[in-house]
């Protein structure tokens, strides 16, 4: 039986006139609805560009794929010194976009947030899609990637085992370890939800898939209560992860020896700026599709404001880590890091680390003020300032530390190649087109959880009342 229409909702988590009902027929219908994805509508049309566009770059990403597998990883701009290049580059850049996910999902429901209710199914999405792309990365910079086996230790009669010391061995395991866990906490969330869309489906099709994936799920008490157990169980193993994965990845240089690399602070480092860089990715996805499906009433203001705060958190921490790079180098008296240091500012890539402090210390300081974080045009500008600057502060890291290295008669230039910008550029029209299609057949928003929200909110105006009405509190 629907309840009545309530009064408004807390503003800051649901606005407008809301009951069940209008909950999950809102969200539901984004992806029931079949005009929202047919091209002779008008948000059917923008849906379809967008997914074409994602295709013919996928199609890139194919391209350039095969070209490498025939050619070998000398169609790439990796040279000697510099042997990391684009791939190692994109490698970083999409793991950290993949942390926002995991946080608002594992961290925030541990921590009893209810606003990342609005948010988490979008954010896991893009966490699954972007650990496929930057699976891709490592896996084809090892040259051969049909042997890609031999890094798991599994038994062999060669007895050819992991070098376990090095941590290109321990990102193999992290980062499956982190999607493993990413996708089975993202596909547990999907079961209610699943149901819901099975029950309110009306083409046979869509029925039988639904009712697959939903896993006979009947709403029970047993299963509400074993669903609970297992979200909060990966919750929990979720949370570690989110510190572990992207601290390995800056293992990879830390434990180096090579100036600019061979700094105790990249752990925190990196993954601050791997959260700064997710929130900015989810943000930048997150307020067109707002917009373009309507569902203003449960992302709401207050969802944005608080996401731009938490970027502009982590965006300081990720500033206080340039600034103390420049301290140590200077402050060490080690004159390789010192001369590492003024050939980022004042080499022949200084253009990149400038636009890196502007993109990533300058600009997002505009979001100290409310009236900034409220205007909808500006944070999406901002996001897009920090989703390049990211990528920027890997190219800082990588290509020019290793350009110049400790002699001088192997200083080399690297120069990425057209292959080098379709991978890239490749990967991109992956993340567009899975997150596309991820619109198309599951709901952005967690349809339970937002029924939850509001049943919780019901009963605490409830127990609110008398206190209110009697004037006995």
């Given at each position: 039986?629907?309840?009545?229409?309530?009064?408004?909702?807390?503003?800051?988590?649901?606005?407008?006139?809301?009951?069940?009902?209008?909950?999950?027929?809102?969200?539901?219908?984004?992806?029931?609805?079949?005009?929202?994805?047919?091209?002779?509508?008008?948000?059917?049309?923008?849906?379809?560009?967008?997914?074409?566009?994602?295709?013919?770059?996928?199609?890139?990403?194919?391209?350039?794929?095969?070209?490498?597998?025939?050619?070998?990883?000398?169609?790439?701009?990796?040279?000697?010194?510099?042997?990391?290049?684009f791939d190692i580059i994109n490698?970083?850049?999409?793991?950290?976009?993949?942390?926002?996910?995991?946080l608002i999902s594992a961290i925030?429901?541990?921590?009893?947030?209810k606003w990342r209710m609005s948010?988490?199914?979008?954010?896991?999405?893009?966490?699954?899609?972007?650990?496929?792309?930057?699976?891709?990365?490592?896996?084809?910079?090892?040259?051969?990637?049909?042997?890609?086996?031999?890094?798991?230790?599994?038994?062999?009669?060669?007895?050819?085992?992991?070098?376990?010391?090095?941590?290109?061995?321990?990102?193999?395991?992290?980062?499956?370890?982190?999607?493993?866990?990413?996708?089975?906490?993202?596909?547990?969330?999907?079961?209610?939800?699943?149901?819901?869309?099975?029950?309110?489906?009306?083409?046979?099709?869509?029925?039988?898939?639904?009712?697959?994936?939903?896993?006979?799920?009947?709403?029970?008490?047993?299963?509400?209560?074993?669903?609970?157990?297992?979200?909060?169980?990966?919750?929990?193993?979720?949370?570690?992860?989110?510190?572990?994965?992207?601290?390995?990845?800056?293992?990879?240089?830390?434990?180096?020896?090579?100036?600019?690399?061979?700094?105790?602070?990249?752990?925190?480092?990196?993954?601050?700026?791997?959260?700064?860089?997710?929130?900015?990715?989810?943000?930048?996805?997150?307020?067109?599709?707002?917009?373009?499906?309507?569902?203003?009433?449960?992302?709401?203001?207050?969802?944005?404001?608080?996401?731009?705060?938490?970027?502009?958190?982590?965006?300081?921490?990720?500033?206080?880590?340039?600034?103390?790079?420049?301290?140590?180098?200077?402050?060490?008296?080690?004159?390789?890091?010192?001369?590492?240091?003024?050939?980022?500012?004042?080499?022949?890539?200084?253009?990149?680390?400038?636009?890196?402090?502007?993109?990533?210390?300058?600009?997002?300081?505009?979001?100290?003020?409310?009236?900034?974080?409220?205007?909808?045009?500006?944070?999406?500008?901002?996001?897009?300032?920090?989703?390049?600057?990211?990528?920027?502060?890997?190219?800082?890291?990588?290509?020019?530390?290793?350009?110049?290295?400790?002699?001088?008669?192997?200083?080399?230039?690297?120069?990425?190649?057209?292959?080098?910008?379709?991978?890239?550029?490749?990967?991109?029209?992956?993340?567009?087109?899975?997150?596309?299609?991820?619109?198309?057949?599951?709901?952005?928003?967690?349809?339970?959880?937002?029924?939850?929200?509001?049943?919780?909110?019901?009963?605490?105006?409830?127990?609110?009342?008398?206190?209110?009405?009697?004037?006995?509190?």
């Open positions: 039986m629907a309840d009545p229409k309530l009064r408004p909702v807390d503003d800051v988590l649901i606005e407008g006139q809301h009951n069940y009902d209008t909950i999950t027929d809102r969200i539901g219908s984004v992806v029931l609805n079949q005009d929202n994805f047919s091209p002779s509508h008008a948000k059917g049309k923008q849906w379809f560009l967008f997914i074409t566009l994602g295709f013919l770059l996928v199609s890139v990403l194919m391209l350039s794929i095969g070209w490498l597998l025939y050619q070998g990883i000398g169609i790439w701009g990796n040279n000697q010194p510099s042997a990391w290049g490698f970083v850049w999409w793991i950290g976009i993949g942390h926002a996910g995991t925030l429901l541990l921590m009893r947030q948010i988490n199914r979008f954010a896991e999405a893009m966490t699954i899609f972007a650990v496929m792309c930057a699976g891709l990365f490592p896996l084809l910079h090892t040259g051969r990637p049909w042997a890609a086996y031999w890094l798991f230790p599994y038994p062999n009669w060669l007895a050819m085992w992991p070098n376990f010391r090095s941590p290109l061995v321990w990102d193999v395991f992290a980062v499956s370890t982190y999607f493993t866990v990413s996708l089975l906490f993202w596909g547990i969330g999907l079961i209610p939800d699943f149901a819901t869309l099975r029950d309110r489906a009306k083409s046979k099709t869509a029925r039988l898939v639904y009712g697959i994936a939903s896993l006979g799920w009947r709403g029970s008490t047993k299963h509400w209560h074993r669903y609970e157990q297992a979200y909060l169980i990966l919750g929990g193993l979720s949370t570690p992860l989110v510190l572990s994965v992207h601290s390995i990845v800056s293992f990879d240089f830390a434990v180096s020896i090579l100036p600019g690399w061979h700094v105790t602070l990249f752990p925190p480092y990196f993954v601050a700026g791997a959260v700064f860089a997710g929130f900015a990715m989810v943000l930048a996805f997150l307020i067109p599709m707002r917009a373009m499906y309507n569902l203003k009433d449960f992302v709401t203001m207050k969802h944005i404001d608080w996401m731009c705060k938490i970027m502009l958190a982590t965006g300081m921490i990720v500033f206080y880590g340039y600034l103390a790079e420049i301290f140590f180098s200077f402050y060490s008296g080690n004159q390789y890091e010192a001369f590492m240091m003024k050939n980022r500012m004042f080499g022949p890539y200084g253009w990149a680390y400038w636009l890196l402090i502007l993109c990533n210390g300058i600009v997002p300081l505009t979001l100290w003020k409310q009236k900034y974080r409220q205007h909808l045009p500006w944070v999406w500008i901002v996001t897009l300032f920090v989703s390049v600057g990211m990528w920027f502060e890997r190219f800082v890291i990588i290509p020019m530390s290793l350009h110049r290295d400790f002699l001088p008669s192997s200083w080399g230039m690297y120069v990425p190649t057209i292959w080098d910008f379709g991978m890239f550029l490749g990967t991109i029209g992956l993340f567009f087109f899975l997150m596309f299609l991820f619109i198309r057949f599951l709901p952005m928003i967690s349809i339970f959880e937002m029924r939850e929200l509001l049943h919780r909110t019901k009963e605490g105006e409830h127990k609110a009342e008398p206190a209110v009405t009697g004037g006995e509190a």
